[in-house]
Nanobody
C-alpha cells in the first residue's frame, strides 16, 4: 500500500488549506483512512479519520474547524480557521486487515500557520 499526500504549505492565521492523500496498492474494501499530525517535540496525534462507508471521527480539540471526507481511496482534510498551534507535519494513515489491523503511513506534508 502506498499513500501520497499533497496540499501542505504556509498559510496565515485564519486561513484555509486542503490536504489530499491518495492510496494505491492492495487496499481492502473495509478500511479506515485518517490524518495524524506531529508538532516539533510532541507525539503524533490523531486529527480525524473516516471509515470506508464514510463515517467520520474527529478529535474534540478541532471544534468544527476541520472536515474529513473521502472519495473511494482518496481522503481529504479541509482545514479552516487555522491557528499557529495547528503547525505540524500531517501524516495520512490507512488501517486495514483481519483479524489484525495494519497501519500504513504516508511520508507527511508540512503545514505551517504563521503571519
Amino acid at each position: 500500500v502506498q499513500l501520497v499526500e499533497s496540499g501542505g504549505g504556509l498559510v496565515q492565521p485564519g486561513g484555509s488549506l486542503r490536504l489530499s492523500c491518495a492510496a494505491s496498492g492492495s487496499i481492502f474494501s473495509t478500511n479506515t483512512m485518517g490524518w495524524y499530525r506531529q508538532a516539533p517535540g510532541k507525539q503524533r496525534e490523531l486529527v480525524a479519520d473516516i471509515t470506508d462507508d464514510g463515517s467520520p471521527n474527529y478529535r474534540d480539540f478541532l471544534k468544527g474547524r476541520f472536515t474529513i471526507f473521502r472519495d473511494k481511496n482518496t481522503v481529504y482534510l479541509q482545514m479552516n480557521s487555522l491557528k499557529p498551534e495547528d503547525t505540524a507535519a500531517y501524516y495520512c494513515n490507512l488501517r486495514q486487515g483481519v483479524p489484525f489491523e495494519i497501519d500504513y503511513w504516508g511520508k507527511g506534508t508540512l503545514v505551517t500557520v504563521s503571519s
